[in-house]
């Protein structure tokens, strides 16, 4: 019994060392392809690209592709935006109003999984790839559409408005909020932008599941409006209640928790937060060293805090511009109170928590460290793929998919028997799987049984 035991612990441990050494790439042998440009979109799929899907990016062949490749040159011969957003994409060169061109994206989407598009209101339906039609085309399609203000229905008058980020930050009301009374400010980041693209590949994983499920894909729209007013819920339910909302002008102080700001201390400024009762009680004692702090109705609860915030951020900072900053760090961290130091660029870079990992630009042949993914699998980062040089895959791609004919066009134009049109459906495309029961889209159930609206044989 004990040396079955052993045999089973080892491998036990052989096992869980091949999942710490595997990366989990999911989407493996799922097709993406992407009508996109700036940052919402490319930022969606790159984290489908991350995941192991295979991504096909469609650009301009216009000499200049993408206009995000253009936003800076902090990158050699690419930009910061492009390295970060197109990582582990593959660069496909279009000119969508040329019919050859129009058919050949055809061809991909009829191996496709996932559509996603970015372009100004109503222009994809324009060029024959709204949402509508390639979802009655193609039924198991997940489709994304990503706009400034939604759909028609949603949005109203403003759903045909072109919109950028910025534009919706002051529109949603949050530079506002970012700001100082009477100069709204925008947000360090693009931060409609990358909601927007979290948001959207979130979504598309929820539709993968759907089509898995049921063997029919769905369509799925998002705006950048819509993200950032799911951020401004408390904001706006405040405002309703008060009339009010929000204090802003504020800095580095939260609106609805005290203490939760900056202070000043004998070197740089510390920022400290404290959330509950029980966390107050040990700044107080432990910290500050004013139990009698306790007692005083005024800081009796958070809402009472926020209410006399003037008076408790006179107590704190009387102690803290008081003792040397270095014994306010070792109280701080031995009552286990949260604190940060206020960082510029500098800081972030020799952060010791930021994790990097190495990209290749593939249009100058250099490496980059570039920031890790947030999400660790088995306690490491992803591997990172080559951001793409404009049109690397160009010929590559084109090759790969002019010779597959999109079987709805073959039975229309009845030029084909049924034995050929199952053969070309069974075809494999490169990077995906060579057979139903590998993908991981549809069970091998779910393959073999005719689905509403598919071409059977």
């Not at 052989?14 to 790439?25: D, E, L, S």
């Not at 019919?99 to 191996?111: C, G, S, T, V, Y």
């Not at 309703?240 to 000043?264: F, V």
């Not at 800081?299 to 003037?310: D, L």
């Amino acid at each position: 019994m004990v040396a079955a035991r052993a045999v089973l612990a080892n491998k036990c441990s052989q096992t869980a060392r091949r999942c710490v050494a595997t990366q989990v790439r999911p989407l493996e042998g799922t097709l993406v392809l992407s009508l996109e440009q700036a940052m919402a979109a490319p930022f969606c799929t790159s984290r489908l690209a991350e995941a192991g899907a295979r991504v096909i990016k469609i650009e301009r062949d216009d000499g200049k592709g993408d206009f995000a490749r253009g936003y800076d040159n902090f990158v050699k011969e690419d930009s910061a935006h492009s390295v970060w957003l197109n990582r582990g994409k593959e660069s496909l060169l279009v000119d969508i109003k040329k019919p050859e061109d129009k058919a050949m994206l055809h061809r991909i989407l009829a191996k496709a999984d996932v559509f996603v598009q970015n372009m100004a209101p109503g222009a994809a339906a324009r060029s024959g790839f709204g949402s509508e039609e390639l979802r009655k085309k193609y039924p198991k399609l997940v489709t994304c559409d990503l706009s400034g203000y939604g759909n028609k229905k949603d949005a109203g008058s403003y759903w045909d408005m072109k919109a950028y980020d910025m534009l919706v930050q002051a529109e949603s009301g949050i530079s506002v909020l970012a700001g100082k009374p009477g100069k709204p400010t925008r947000c360090g980041v693009s931060i409609a932008d990358i909601a927007m693209g979290m948001y959207s590949h979130s979504a598309i994983l929820e539709g993968l599941m759907q089509a898995k499920a049921t063997g029919v894909g769905c369509a799925i729209d998002a705006s950048l409006f819509g993200c950032l007013a799911d951020w401004l819920t408390v904001s706006m339910f405040h405002y309703e209640a008060d009339g009010r909302g929000p204090a802003i002008g504020h800095g580095l102080r939260h609106p609805t928790i005290q203490p939760y700001r900056d202070y000043k201390t004998r070197g740089d400024p510390v920022l400290i937060s404290v959330q509950n009762e029980r966390e107050f009680v040990t700044f107080c004692k432990g910290v500050l060293e004013k139990p009698e702090l306790l007692e005083d109705a005024r800081f009796k609860s958070n809402v009472k805090r926020c209410e006399n915030s003037e008076a408790l951020d006179r107590e704190i900072e009387e102690v803290f511009m008081r003792i040397d900053r270095d014994e306010l760090i070792e109280r701080l961290k031995k009552e286990r109170i949260a604190y940060g130091q206020v960082n510029g660029m500098r800081g972030f870079s020799q952060h010791p928590a930021l994790k990097r990992v190495p990209v290749k630009v593939a249009a100058s042949g250099d490496t980059v460290m570039s920031v890790a993914a947030p999400a660790r699998f088995n306690g490491e980062p992803r591997i990172q793929g080559e951001a793409p040089a404009y049109g690397q895959h160009n010929e590559a791609v084109r090759k790969e998919f002019a010779a597959y004919i999109d079987p709805l066009d073959l039975v229309a134009n009845d030029t084909t028997d049924a034995a050929s049109l199952t053969a070309e459906l069974d075809a494999p495309v490169k990077g995906q799987p060579s057979s139903a029961s590998e993908h991981p889209i549809f069970t091998k159930e779910q393959q073999t049984q005719p689905k509403s609206g598919s071409m059977t044989a």
